[in-house]
């Protein structure tokens, strides 16, 4: 079981120490990113993938966008949250699911790391 479906699971995990472990996470961003709005797009392309390969590049949303602006080597995935239910006046688990959801993608692509 990896950390995405512990988090992604909140009945089961959400007093899981490792959920505390994973929002204490600093993140940053990888290098080789380029990170582009075109309009009403945003647009993430992995710098070292192949010109032809599409499926490297990512469309975010306007949330996507700003979860990926808040990622900075600084803030902890608890403030990066915290940050888009004040910014989306939103907030509950399944604002937290997205975050967790969207990190996860960002990591196994190699966009972010901790």
Known sequence: MNWYEICYHPPIYTGHPFVKILTNLILRKSENTAFRKIGDEYILVPVAAAVADVESIFNLNETGAAIWDKIDGKKSLKEIINEIEEEY???GQQLE???FEFVNEMMEAKLIEA
Do not use: L
Request: proline content about 0%; aromatic content about 0%; hydrophobic content about 35%.
């Open 89 to 91: 006046e939103a907030e």
């Open 97 to 99: 699911n997205d975050v």
